[in-house]
């Protein structure tokens, strides 16, 4: 099992920029991670993935260029590099993992351990 828990979140200013952790227990390198947020009244969505490996990477189009994910498998972390953030980046950030093969990484249900999520708030 895998148990991420995320941490760096923050109040930011807009173009500023913010740095997400998730650290897993166990073999959380073996798992393909990803990144979703939750803004207040909306549904989670999608925000970045990358494989097992850190070889592959996949953004959502809202934050593509502006948002970097990354892994270190030694140190059994992801992060969510987030830079030239907007009041719409707003939300609750969480990580994810998952064991699964396959192109269904925007979907959350491709996901089994969640952590607990944490706040991101950008202010203009």
């Known amino acids: 099992q895998v148990h991420p828990v995320e941490s760096g979140g923050g109040l930011v200013q807009a173009g500023g920029s913010l740095r997400l952790s998730c650290a897993g227990s166990?073999?959380?390198?073996?798992?393909?991670m990803g990144w979703f947020r939750q803004a207040p009244g909306k549904e989670r969505e999608f925000v970045a993935h990358?494989?097992?490996?850190?070889?592959?990477?996949y953004y959502a189009d809202s934050v593509k260029g502006r948002f970097i994910i990354s892994r270190d498998n030694a140190k059994n972390t992801v992060y969510l590099q987030m830079n030239s953030l907007i009041p719409e980046d707003t939300a609750v950030y969480y990580c994810?993992?998952?064991?699964?093969?396959?192109?269904?990484?925007?979907?959350?249900?491709?996901?089994?351990?969640w952590g607990q999520g944490t706040q991101v708030t950008v202010s203009s």
């Open positions: 990358v494989t097992w490996s850190g070889g592959n990477t």
């Open positions: 994810a993992a998952s064991n699964l093969r396959g192109a269904n990484y925007y979907d959350g249900r491709f996901y089994t351990y």
């Open positions: 166990g073999r959380s390198r073996d798992y393909a």
